[in-house]
């Protein structure tokens, strides 16, 4: 089931991001007590005073995020190279820690993003409908992603600005691709995408799904549209590239230092809209 374990990746990296930031609050809150103490600064004659420690340029600062995001593969994409497929729609979570002098990110993401849309009929480009639809389900099929990338701020007053940017990194893919070959007597051009209509031998479906138990019951061997196996498909990819392009408007809270908030779209392997949460230390 790998509903239970997506939560607790979820819960991981929540809780991460949340020990980083309260680490940041008490480093800030330790300086800004010295500050406040009357007596720092003060020399006192013969003691040594180290003029010799590097200090931070002052457009030099460090970070960390956190950011969800809805993720989609329309049907447009997937028709460049299928006649029947189902279209992605889910959501993706991250961490990221970033290095900011002036206007100028460098960031480096640790990305989940789950990559499985609903069971469903798939018939690739220039196929036979008839033999060659399969019913696809997908199970825990997501990326487990590290990137780079490189961002730019334009600033417009102290509350509000925009991020724009691009990056690459790589993604181990995990979870499994189910495949089922349908009956050829029940599928044809007209209905390849109608899983109630054009579905495995031996199998109820609906239009959405089809009987677990039935599929498993067609138990192991080489599927053939007249004997159906359902088997995992061993054409996906352990490990692919990322291409991460992104454009969104900055907020700020000027009385509460260090916040910040994004609204952002772009391309992560796939189309998304979302929003994250920062602390600049």
């Known amino acids: 089931m790998a509903r239970p374990r997506l939560v ?7 809780g991460l991001f949340f020990l980083t930031l309260g680490w940041a609050a008490r480093a800030r809150a330790a300086t800004d007590d ?4 009357p007596h720092a600064g ?5 003691e040594d005073v180290d003029d010799g420690a590097p200090t931070r340029p002052p457009d030099l600062s460090y970070g960390a995020g956190a950011r969800l995001r809805w993720v989609t593969v329309p049907a447009f994409m997937l028709n460049l190279f299928t006649k029947r497929n189902v279209p992605l729609s889910s959501w993706a979570t991250g961490v990221s820690f970033f290095r900011r002098k002036g206007n100028f990110d460098v960031v480096g993401t640790f990305t989940y993003q789950n990559m499985s849309p609903s069971d469903g009929n798939w018939l690739g480009t220039d196929h036979n409908a008839s033999v060659d639809t399969d019913l696809v389900q997908f199970r825990g099929l997501a990326l487990y992603a590290l990137d780079v990338s490189f961002i730019w701020h334009q600033t417009f007053t102290d509350w509000l600005g925009m991020h724009y940017g691009a990056g690459v990194g790589i993604a181990i893919v995990g979870g499994d691709v189910l495949r089922t070959s349908n009956d050829p007597a029940l599928c044809n051009d007209s209905n390849a995408g109608n899983l109630s209509q054009c579905h495995p031998r031996g199998v109820t479906c609906t ?3 089809c009987s677990e138990q039935q599929l498993q019951g067609l138990g192991s061997g080489a599927d053939d549209p007249n004997n159906p196996h359902r088997f995992s498909d061993g054409n996906v990819p352990p ?5 991460n392009v992104v454009v969104g408007v900055d907020f700020r809270v000027p009385s509460i230092r260090g916040w910040e908030a994004t609204i952002e779209g772009g391309f992560y ?8 949460v920062g602390y600049t230390f």
Request: proline letters at 6%.
């Open 269 to 276: 392997d796939a189309f998304f809209l979302g929003g994250s």
């Open 239 to 243: 490990v692919i590239p990322v291409v």
């Open 34 to 37: 010295s500050a406040a103490d």
């Open 42 to 46: 003060i020399v006192v004659p013969g």
């Open 8 to 14: 607790t990746r979820g819960a991981a990296i929540a």
């Open 207 to 209: 239009d959405a799904s």
